[in-house]
């Protein structure tokens, strides 16, 4: 076996040392905090077994990590090969198991292990006030600030913006390209484009973990790296009941203001206190900078939504593939006033072309569901955007794959 790539990584909302849900507005600065930057579930390791390139860490108890995780080591002759970051190809209930390229044959234990973060660096944290920095695919830096939900009644909501310069002294983002928005101020109770984690004017689950949450909520995951983030969440319904919240890369058109990620927002026109309908599909949307978008070509200023079904099968013909192959699509970015072509999401996230039969599950208990890409044999996750009945729904595809090829 050969080693996998870890920059891309997933967290599990029921990861030990998470054990959160999409409600838990007490917990997500802590949660967030440690996905993005921190790591968390710090074990030592007993002793370590080398066979070739299997690399197995015994702890001596219960390790509580899970496979497909990437594992950090912070110290020993580990640490030095990949940045000390590894991906889990198994578990028992006290040992781990990686594939390890030119791992040392003998190797003592007394390390310390965790769940590697998405590596990026909280510059501020003040109350519900947090920015993180994170990269560009040019490796320039960019800056992610976070208003949690302050009010503990309302819909969990949070309010992010992604600019260029930032006054940590402030705790503001300083760049007049970046989303207005979000900039500066709280996020009480605004009416505005934003990441929603719940549909429902509640506080009952301010405190909830996982598995309080999870008939509620249902499942709950992240995929990100240094250059990108996607919460795949659920809200209180049943069917249809999906949201994907986050940023990815975009390459657009040669013009500065929108030489910046894209993110995934949805533009209730309700305030934070008021409840949702389940059906999120017709206000997604994005920003660019400070620029908003949608993501279906037209020549109206209507209101859209995403094509659904996405095509007339969920499969490939036999005459090309013998398989049940289903097919992804780059996400297109068009602004909102003029349905302008902008560009396309650079990576992180696709369209996934099934047609009305044939689908991935889409209940909250059932999605995200996971697939292979059959090319690279990496890891995919499925998830829905929201939609109106049981088959007017888009699938979208998040793999667990490098998002920038670094040579």
């Known amino acids: 076996m050969a080693m996998k790539q870890t920059q891309t990584k997933m967290f599990d909302f029921a990861d030990v040392?998470?054990?959160?849900?999409?409600?838990?507005?007490?917990?997500?600065?802590?949660?967030?905090?440690?996905?993005?930057?921190?790591?968390?579930?710090?074990?030592?390791?007993?002793?370590?077994?080398?066979?070739?390139?299997?690399?197995?860490?015994?702890?001596?108890?219960?390790?509580?990590?899970?496979?497909?995780?990437?594992?950090?080591?912070?110290?020993?002759?580990?640490?030095?090969?990949?940045?000390?970051?590894f991906w889990i190809d198994s578990v028992t209930a006290t040992s781990v198991t990686m594939t390890i390229d030119a791992a040392p044959i003998s190797l003592s234990g007394g390390f310390v292990t965790k769940i590697a973060s998405l590596g990026w660096e909280i510059v501020y944290e003040a109350g519900l006030i947090q920015i993180f920095k994170f990269k560009n695919l040019n490796e320039e830096d960019l800056y992610l600030r976070i208003a949690h939900q302050a009010l503990s009644g309302h819909r969990n909501t949070m309010m992010p913006c992604v600019g260029k310069t930032v006054d940590l002294d402030l705790g503001v983002i300083t760049d007049q390209n970046a989303y207005v928005n979000g900039r500066s101020g709280n996020n009480a109770g605004q009416a505005l484009p934003k990441w929603d984690f719940t549909a429902m004017w509640t506080g009952n689950y301010n405190n909830y973990t996982y598995s309080q949450g999870y008939s509620i909520l249902g499942n709950a995951i992240v995929v990100g790296s240094r250059y990108h983030f996607l919460a795949l969440i659920n809200t209180e319904g049943n069917l249809n009941s999906g949201l994907i919240n986050g940023i990815v890369p975009a390459a657009t058109i040669n013009y500065s203001n929108l030489n910046y990620p894209i993110l995934f927002l949805y533009d209730s026109s309700a305030s934070d206190k008021d409840n949702r309908s389940i059906d999120y599909s017709s206000i997604r949307k994005g920003v660019i900078g400070n620029i908003l978008c949608n993501f279906v070509p037209s020549n109206s200023t209507a209101v859209l939504t995403p094509l659904a079904p996405q095509a007339a099968s969920s499969y490939l013909p036999s005459t090309i593939s013998?398989?049940?192959?289903?097919?992804t699509e780059l996400l297109p970015i068009y602004e909102e006033s003029t349905k302008q072509f902008l560009g396309y999401a650079a990576g992180g996230i696709y369209i996934a072309?099934?047609?009305?039969?044939?689908?991935?599950?889409?209940?909250?208990?059932?999605?995200?569901?996971?697939?292979?890409?059959?090319?690279?044999?990496?890891?995919?996750?499925?998830?829905?955007?929201?939609?109106?009945?049981?088959t007017s729904v888009t699938f979208y595809a998040v793999p667990i794959e490098e998002i920038k090829i670094v040579t």
């Open 322 to 327: 013998g398989f049940n192959t289903t097919t």
């Open 353 to 390: 072309k099934y047609g009305a039969s044939n689908t991935p599950p889409r209940t909250k208990i059932t999605s995200p569901s996971k697939t292979m890409d059959v090319d690279l044999n990496n890891l995919v996750y499925l998830h829905t955007a929201g939609g109106p009945n049981s």
């Open 17 to 85: 040392g998470l054990d959160f849900c999409a409600g838990s507005k007490t917990l997500f600065p802590d949660r967030f905090k440690k996905m993005l930057s921190q790591g968390y579930n710090e074990q030592t390791v007993a002793s370590v077994s080398v066979t070739g390139d299997q690399v197995t860490l015994n702890y001596g108890v219960a390790h509580g990590y899970a496979a497909d995780r990437v594992l950090k080591i912070n110290s020993g002759a580990l640490a030095a090969i990949n940045g000390g970051e």
